[in-house]
């Protein structure tokens, strides 16, 4: 005979009407709750990145790097470059549309004697509006001497903020702490985040966060991997700087992106974005941007 469903499948002992209703509230209460952050992700206007790196190697180069950008469709999707600080100054009036040149780290004590380093100040009279800080290449992976800790993070976001520009902020766990599995990878970005929790504020700052050990790997974290570390870091966000800020809050993914994987990673609900390597060097660029633009419609 065909079976036939039960309400009693879905809401309890239907002899027993105040658990019916119970459980009837309850079901409801998670399909508001879910249909409120689905609203809220879709709220959200995606974001791409590309950084260049210490790429090219030579200014003769930029020119092709930079029709790559332009031939992203921004309508839907905000987009950004950091091109390496030699060539900062000739990108800077080089997009026509909206890209923001966003250069890959500045210091927190201005102009002055401070041989090797980028300021704000010299950022906002080229008309640059942003700035990335706190990539794991910086912070010391890949054998690189780290040239920034978690404190100075914290003293340069405050300073990029207080100055009235906008900060791309990265986060990221090496493959040693991944193995130990997800509550590691977010007691880490738990760490990485602490000095900063009071300063986040979603029309100000974007968090980008890199698998250090998909990093120009071409090994990229699975979907829903993906999802549940952001979701994860959205959590941490709402518990220790508010509800508010972690629904506004876009976070990137960034770790081997490219235009054959953008499509499934921005289906998650939480990815709102990809900072990308190698692929912002290539024409598919334009393919990662539209891939999220489609799937954030």
Not at 33 to 52: D, E, F, L, Q, T
Not at 196 to 215: S, T
Not at 217 to 244: C, F, M, N, W
Request: charged share 20%; glycine share 8%; aromatic share 6%.
């Amino acid at each position: 005979m065909p079976q036939t469903t039960s309400p009693a499948m879905f809401t309890g002992n239907s002899a027993d009407p105040a658990s019916s209703s119970f459980s009837g509230l309850r079901i409801a209460g998670v399909i508001a709750a879910a249909s409120a952050a689905i609203a809220m992700a879709a709220s959200r206007r995606p974001v791409v990145g590309g950084n260049w790196k210490c790429n090219p190697d030579a200014v003769s180069k930029l020119d092709g790097l930079v029709a790559n950008i332009n031939a992203c469709d921004t309508s839907k999707c905000d987009v950004y470059v950091c091109p390496s600080p030699l060539h900062v100054h000739y990108c800077s009036d080089k997009f026509t549309n909206g890209a923001k040149v966003t250069p890959q780290n500045c210091n927190f004590t201005g102009c002055g004697a401070f041989t090797g380093e980028m300021a704000v100040e010299q950022m906002k009279d080229m008309g640059i509006s942003q700035v990335l800080i706190g990539h794991s290449e910086r912070r010391g992976e890949f054998g690189i001497y780290p040239m920034d800790d978690n404190a100075t993070l914290a003293t340069k976001l405050k300073y990029i903020l207080d100055a009235g520009m906008t900060c791309v902020f990265c986060i990221g766990e090496p493959l040693s702490i991944r193995e130990k599995g997800l509550d590691a990878v977010l007691a880490e970005m738990d760490v990485q985040m602490t000095q900063i929790y009071d300063l986040l504020d979603a029309e100000k700052v974007v968090i980008a966060y890199e698998p250090v050990w998909a990093i120009g790997t071409g090994v990229t974290a699975t979907p829903e991997d993906a999802q549940a570390t952001h979701a994860g870091i959205r959590k941490l966000i709402a518990e220790k700087a508010s509800p508010a800020v972690a629904d506004a809050i876009r976070i990137q993914y960034g770790g081997s992106a490219n235009a054959a994987n953008a499509p499934e990673l921005s289906k998650q609900p939480d990815v709102d974005g990809f900072l990308v390597g190698g692929a912002s060097l290539k024409p598919e660029f334009a393919e990662i941007v539209k891939a999220i633009s489609e799937a954030k419609a």
